[in-house]
């Protein structure tokens, strides 16, 4: 298994990725333009015949915070470490770029914890964040679980 930077060919198979899970309610859906417009922000795990099977995001937010977001993880790959690799990748990046925090909304807080990150209540992120949440169908009503990660803490 073999993170890497994604590519532009990758970009229109992270959207199908991404949107089969936002279709069921278990994460926001993507857009194409977005996806485009951020693809520095992604990583990716291919099969052998090159197709994306997993892919995540870390998008800056601020001087000392960025955000994973997008973890997909193709359901015939899931529970063999890809999403973790995914977001070891992010951590690593985060450290290496000096963000010292990063953070997620999931509904999927378990696996994030057994990764290190530490639940929160949403209103102790900085409101800069929720810039993207007008556009959710769930606004104002969030029920994704926010946490953070300290990326110093880690070293």
Partial sequence: MKVEKA?????KS????????AQK???LPRALSEMYENL????????????????????????DLAEVKALAVDKQKQKKGMGSALVVA???EAEKLGIPRIFCLTYKPGFFKKMGFK???KMELPRKIWAECF???KFPDCDEV??????????
């Fill in 14 to 21: 992270m959207h199908k990725l991404v949107n089969q899970f």
């Fill in 146 to 155: 926010a946490l953070v990660y300290d990326v110093k803490a880690a070293e």
């Fill in 135 to 137: 556009n959710c169908p």
């Fill in 90 to 92: 992010c951590i690593k």
């Fill in 25 to 27: 309610g278990e994460m």
């Fill in 7 to 11: 590519k532009i060919d990758d970009v």
């Fill in 119 to 121: 639940e929160v209540d």
């Fill in 40 to 63: 520095r922000d992604y990583f990716v795990i291919r099969n052998r015949a090159g197709r994306v099977t997993a892919c995540v995001a870390l998008h800056i937010s601020w001087s």
